[in-house]
């Protein structure tokens, strides 16, 4: 009895560890390649070529100052990023990041919790982190949160749909919900990955997850030249800090998920599978900041013409020719 | 449809070629000048903190003239002439407000006596506004520690020449 939970507990602090360097060292990362870029240094005088600068970043958030604003809704306003932050750190929970492992007699997942509806979970609780930006831009009762707030609710809601679509060509040829299953289907070899059976499935999934983690060049929430700083502009400390932390950590869940849809997780030869998944995973981040220093922000209303005149339909289709071809 | 096809077409042809651009500049040696670490690296021709020249023998050049201070467009040069003991004239006291000098170079240009020259020295912040006004000791000051990095051959000779010079500068 006493050993599963054990277990369990020491898989929770694992992963949430685990989360939370990788999300301190995406900031980094973010910077250096970026910076790489553009033909600069980045970060480089805190520690060697400047890695501790995560550490220097959250020990200087830390001790900013925690100011209330005068007029905003107190209470929302300090939930709002928690709000942003905790399901952000929830959807990793039903991710595969290995294989089973025996140990101690007990078999186990290298997951938390191996939910049969894994993909729907990860939906639902991903799309509750909107609530946090919405309600954050709200009670700080500024021009600039406001709006950048509307603007992230009305994208969110758009691309979701396209999202949820693009995945459903995965789920009818895999047959199931569980991120385990889904996995375990395409582990025969790199032709099994469904990146090759759902080659548009897969465009659409990245296009929209950027979209849906308000990335550039979809990043109209934060657009810093129309809106100052979007949804976060009036907080400071480890509340911005807070906001920050989740869109990173929503960007490692989708890359954690594109891997475990479309580039077969944590299956792979030699090498062991947990290496594998951090490898695909890391894919996915590098070609986040990859497409950050390449493309513009999109405008407004292109954003919008995209995701219902272009992604939707071709979801759509993309979800129907996948049926056909399931049940012939 | 034509929206879409040529929406279509920009994500599978311009796209793809963007990312190969910045991919490659990833590459790239990159242009950042690492300067509190590394020295300043500066055109031959640069402006800097002016400083006064003397003659071989030691003697200011300046003959106070005061075209300099004329030539001035901010107006941050102050002098005014004496006559030293062989009846020459000099200038007694040579101010220049650094603060209020745009560093445009007018003053070396209307200098006939090539007195009045910038040099390169750019990092002379102080805490006091009071403590921009550079005088006369301090210019020549200035010249004489010039001098002393010519001697040993870290500063290259200002050329004084009014066509741009065909050199490379970095
Ligand atoms: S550089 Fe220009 S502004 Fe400065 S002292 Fe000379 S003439 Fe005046
Ligand atoms: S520095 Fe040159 S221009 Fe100015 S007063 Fe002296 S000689 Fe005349």
């Known amino acids: 009895m006493l050993i599963p939970i054990i277990i369990m507990v020491v898989k929770v602090l694992v992963i949430f560890a685990g989360l939370m360097t990788c999300v301190a060292y995406m900031t980094y990362a973010e910077r250096k390649v970026v910076a790489h870029i553009q033909v600069r240094k980045g970060p480089l005088f805190v520690g060697y070529h400047g890695l501790l600068q995560p550490i220097a970043d959250a020990v200087k958030l830390l001790f900013k100052e925690d100011f209330t604003l005068a007029g905003c809704n107190k209470i929302i306003y300090n939930l709002a990023p928690l709000v942003t932050f905790i399901p952000a750190l929830l959807a990793i929970a039903v991710i595969p990041v290995g294989d089973q492992i025996t140990v101690a007699g007990e078999t186990t997942n290298l997951m938390i919790s191996d939910l049969n509806v894994g993909i729907l979970f990860i939906f639902a609780v991903s799309s509750l982190g909107i609530y946090g930006l919405v309600l954050g831009g709200w009670s700080a009762n500024s021009k600039y949160s406001l709006l950048g707030a509307l603007r992230s609710s009305a994208q969110m809601i758009s691309y979701e749909v396209s999202l949820g679509l693009s995945v459903i060509g995965v789920l009818l040829l895999a047959g199931t919900l569980s991120l385990n299953e889904i996995v375990k289907a395409q582990s025969g070899g790199i032709l099994d990955w469904f990146i090759f059976r759902q080659p548009i499935g897969f465009l659409l999934f990245v296009t929209a997850a950027i979209a849906e983690t308000n990335r550039i060049p979809f990043d109209l929430p934060e657009a810093e030249a129309e809106l100052v700083g979007g949804y976060h502009t009036e907080y400071a400390g480890m509340k911005f800090a807070m906001f920050f932390m989740g869109e990173y950590a929503s960007m490692i869940t989708v890359s954690a998920l594109a891997a475990t849809l479309f580039l077969g997780g944590w299956s792979g030869p030699i090498l062991p599978p947990v290496v594998w998944f951090l490898l695909k995973m890391s894919f996915f981040l590098f070609s986040y900041i990859w497409i950050r220093g390449t493309l513009p922000r999109f405008r407004y209303d292109q954003l919008m013409r995209f995701g219902w005149l272009v992604l939707f339909p071709l979801a759509l289709l993309n979800t129907m020719v996948t049926a056909l071809i399931a049940i012939l | ?170």
């Not at chain 2, 590394?38 to 200011?60: C, I, N, Q, S, V």
């Not at chain 2, 301090?138 to 200002?158: Q, S, T, V, Y």
């Open chain 2, 1 to 170: 449809m034509a929206d879409l096809i040529r929406i279509l077409a920009s994500i599978f042809l311009a796209i793809p070629k963007g990312l190969a651009t910045t991919f490659k500049h990833l590459f790239r040696k990159t242009i950042t000048i690492d300067y509190p670490r590394k020295p300043a690296k500066f055109a031959p021709r640069y402006r800097g903190l002016h400083y006064l020249t003397r003659y071989p023998d030691g003697e200011e050049r300046c003959v106070a003239c005061g075209l300099c201070a004329i030539a001035c467009p901010s107006d941050c040069i102050y002098l005014e002439p004496e006559e030293n003991e062989r009846g020459e004239r000099v200038a007694k006291l040579y101010e220049i407000d650094e603060i209020r000098c745009i560093f445009c170079g007018y003053c070396e240009e209307a200098c006939p006596e090539e007195a009045i020259r910038l040099g390169w020295e750019f990092e002379f912040s102080q805490y006091d506004r009071k403590n921009f006004v550079w005088t006369k000791e301090m210019l020549l000051e200035n010249f004489d520690k010039l001098e002393k990095g010519r001697a040993k051959g870290f500063i290259r000779e200002k050329k004084f020449q009014f066509r741009a010079e065909p050199e490379t500068y970095f």
